[in-house]
């Protein structure tokens, strides 16, 4: 299967520590977009990246977060001194640009707890 | 900014009963979709939507785009449990080209054997 992975599913983590979550999208797409979701909500736009470039950040995020796609294939999603807040499901999603209708293939999710 | 209320945001009924899912803005989409999400996965696409009035038919899901674009329905003809879980309608920003999808709070179906 060549669907978007994350990596790890589950984190559980004390407050304080840094975490950093791993996204691979499917090989040929070269948008990338993580959202955070907390239980019983949609999804909330974090960040996104076309190839290695990051062009839009949500106001959501901190700069306790930081989010990097180095040679335009996967990317990290580090979150720095975390808080009991910080505590969702981040899920990245990726999709190919300039495609009709272009639709976000949504991988597993990683879900972060900070204790 | 841009916001998607769904309504109900919860729903129980018992198996073979109609419901519908309703997904409201006061904002313009150039497109919407809608997706089903299960406990401790990501969201999977069900439909997209483009057109106002569009109407979208996928088994017993039948979609519908409002004639302005700011609204959309999801009904359900003879529930069955499968179709349990997580119900998001999601928005496409007109004025964006990104894929940024704008989503609504979500609806929890629970379908009763």
């Known amino acids: 299967d060549t669907g978007v992975s994350q990596d790890p599913r589950h984190k559980i983590t004390k407050r304080g520590q840094n975490v950093t979550f791993r996204c691979d999208p499917i090989s040929e797409h070269n948008r990338l977009y993580w959202y955070r979701q907390t239980l019983g909500q949609g999804p909330e736009f974090l960040t996104y990246f076309q190839n290695e470039a990051q062009l839009e950040k949500s106001r959501l995020l901190s700069d306790r977060f930081s989010a990097e796609r180095p040679k335009g294939s996967f990317s990290t999603l580090e979150i720095q001194r975390t808080e009991q807040g910080d505590s969702a499901m981040y899920l990245c999603?990726?999709?190919?640009?300039?495609?009709?209708?272009?639709?976000?293939?949504f991988g597993s999710g990683t879900q972060l707890s900070v204790l | 900014t841009q916001l998607l209320e769904q309504s109900p945001q919860f729903l129980s009924i018992q198996e073979g009963e109609n419901l519908t899912v309703y997904c409201n803005s006061s904002?313009?989409?150039?497109?919407l979709q809608w997706y089903r999400q299960e406990p401790g996965e990501g969201p999977v696409l069900l439909v997209t939507v483009v057109t106002g009035g569009e109407v979208k038919k996928l088994k017993r899901l039948t979609f519908q785009f409002g004639d302005a674009r700011k609204d959309s329905s999801l009904h359900i003809t003879a529930a069955q449990p499968g179709d349990t879980g997580l119900y998001l309608c999601a928005g496409k920003d007109g004025s964006s080209n990104t894929g940024k999808l704008i989503f609504g709070q979500g609806t929890t179906l629970q379908v009763k054997p």
């Open positions: 999603a990726s999709s190919l640009a300039g495609t009709v209708g272009e639709k976000l293939f």
């Open positions: 904002s313009v989409f150039s497109s």
